[in-house]
């Protein structure tokens, strides 16, 4: 095949943008190009002439090689260059970026820290990871008590447990503060249980939990205080009930239920059963209690002269009941058409 060397030159040299180039590249040492082609050519010809044709080939090559990278270096100097010489538009409109806000459920725990907060109380926190006496044993939960079905979850090596509840802290605190009293804390965190999923249900949910110890601590002092709590959450109106129940580390152990945030405790809504309190006309919220006398000795803390009331709830049941969401599991899902709601 002919090949006019100076024909190619011409043609790189004239190249005006790197895709031209990139072509010009393809149609000479392209694998049908005409470089190649004729390099190819030469197992074709006599033996005596195959030395010279192949040198000439092979000088040819390289030379277009050459001018090719030379060429390509002076194109993509030049489009820089251009680049940086167009003016940039400073007025233009830049990209907004997506703003981030607070979860629904850290908003309802902000909430709840800061009514606390205002009735004196510390924030304490505790790990995640607990031993089985801290989360268990230490609360009169033995190791075949019933209680543990209830909170069943995964365990670890040598004792240990995600947290079940964050009463856990309850006993971490009073260790540490018991020569300190009076104490005056809540609680929040993440706790794990080994739950079947539903609506209401999740294997893994904060709680906030509050403890005070101090001389002549009542039952009453718990009522006012959730009251006091309650209305602050859910609204001015709010009433508390409390029914009894029961929990290990408690004695007396009470149920704490609201009013109805919709029905405002009727059960009634527009002459039909409120949906969500299923026309009882209260909202079921949390456990609490008197702390049990030997929980307080298991402490350190002596129950002749000190007593105090802990109780504990779930902020995720209190934001959807606060938003109207009746699913708890749409709190913890990727889905931002629902968390942008908030
Ligand atoms: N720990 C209990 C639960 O997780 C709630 C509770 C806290 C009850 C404090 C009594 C006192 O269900």
Same mark, same amino acid.
């Given at each position: 095949?002919?090949?006019d060397?100076?024909?190619?030159?011409?043609?790189i040299a004239?190249?005006?943008s790197?895709?031209?180039?990139?072509?010009?590249? #393809?149609?000479?040492?392209?694998?049908k190009?005409?470089?190649?082609?004729?390099?190819?050519?030469?197992?074709?010809?006599?033996?005596?002439?195959?030395?010279?044709?192949?040198?000439?080939?092979?000088?040819?090559?390289l030379?277009?090689?050459?001018?090719?990278?030379?060429?390509?270096? @002076?194109?993509?100097?030049?489009e =820089?260059?251009?680049?940086? &010489?167009?003016p940039?538009?400073?007025?233009?409109? +830049? $990209?907004?970026?997506?703003?981030? !806000?607070?979860?629904?459920?850290? =908003?309802?725990?902000? $909430?709840?820290?800061d009514?606390? *907060?205002?009735?004196?109380?510390? #924030?304490?926190?505790?790990? @995640?990871?607990?031993?089985? *006496? !801290?989360?268990?044993e %230490?609360?009169?939960?033995?190791?075949?008590?019933?209680?543990?079905?209830?909170?069943?979850?995964?365990?670890?090596?040598?004792? /240990?447990?995600?947290?079940? /509840?964050?009463?856990?802290?309850?006993?971490?605190?009073?260790q540490? !503060?018991?020569?300190?009293?009076?104490?005056?804390?809540?609680?929040?965190?993440?706790?794990?249980?080994?739950?079947?999923?539903?609506?209401? /249900? &999740?294997w893994?949910?904060?709680?906030?939990?509050?403890?005070?110890?101090?001389? +002549?601590? &009542?039952?009453?002092?718990?009522?006012?205080?959730?009251?006091?709590?309650?209305?602050?959450?859910?609204? @001015?109106?709010?009433?508390?009930?409390?029914r009894?129940?029961?929990?290990?580390?408690? $004695?007396?152990?009470?149920?704490?239920?609201?009013?109805?945030?919709?029905? %405002?405790?009727?059960g009634?809504?527009?002459?039909? #059963?409120?949906?969500?309190?299923?026309?009882? +006309? *209260?909202?079921?919220?949390?456990?609490?209690?008197? #702390?049990?006398?030997?929980?307080?000795?298991?402490?350190?803390?002596?129950?002749?002269?000190?007593? +105090?009331?802990?109780?504990?709830?779930?902020?995720?049941?209190?934001?959807?009941?606060?938003?109207? =969401?009746?699913?708890?599991?749409?709190f913890?899902?990727?889905?931002?058409?629902?968390?942008?709601?908030?």
């Open positions: 095949m002919a090949v060397k100076s024909e190619m030159l011409t043609s004239n190249a005006s790197l895709t031209e180039l990139e072509d010009l590249r #393809v149609a000479y040492l392209g694998r190009g005409s470089v190649t082609q004729s390099l190819k050519a030469i197992g074709g010809m006599p033996p005596s002439e195959r030395g010279e044709a192949g040198k000439a080939a092979n000088a040819l090559r030379e277009i090689e050459a001018a090719l990278s030379a060429k390509e270096g @002076e194109l993509s100097r030049a =820089v260059e251009s680049a940086l &010489s167009t940039m538009d400073v007025t233009a409109p +830049g $990209e907004a970026p997506r703003l981030g !806000h607070r979860h629904p459920v850290s =908003v309802v725990l902000e $909430e709840l820290v009514l606390f *907060w205002q009735m004196g109380y510390q #924030v304490a926190e505790g790990p @995640e990871v607990e031993t089985e *006496w !801290h989360n268990f %230490a609360l009169l939960v033995g190791k075949d008590h019933p209680a543990r079905d209830m909170q069943d979850t995964f365990y670890l090596e040598e004792a /240990h447990l995600p947290r079940t /509840h964050t009463s856990a802290v309850q006993i971490r605190y009073m540490e !503060h018991k020569g300190d009293l009076p104490i005056r804390i809540v609680a929040p965190g993440k706790v794990y249980r080994n739950e079947d999923e539903d609506a209401r /249900h &999740s893994s949910f904060y709680q906030i939990e509050g403890l005070v110890v101090d001389q +002549g601590i &009542s039952l009453s002092d718990l009522k006012g205080t959730l009251e006091q709590m309650m209305r602050g959450i859910l609204g @001015e109106n709010t009433k508390v009930r409390l009894s129940n029961y929990f290990p580390y408690t $004695e007396p152990s009470v149920e704490m239920d609201a009013t109805c945030v919709i029905c %405002a405790g009727s009634k809504l527009a002459g039909k #059963v409120c949906h969500l309190c299923s026309g009882t +006309g *209260w909202l079921e919220l949390g456990g609490a209690g008197m #702390v049990h006398p030997q929980v307080l000795r298991n402490v350190g803390i002596d129950p002749e002269i000190y007593s +105090g009331f802990a109780f504990g709830f779930g902020p995720e049941r209190l934001a959807a009941i606060k938003y109207g =969401v009746d699913d708890v599991r749409e913890w899902r990727p889905n931002f058409k629902f968390l942008e709601q908030f």
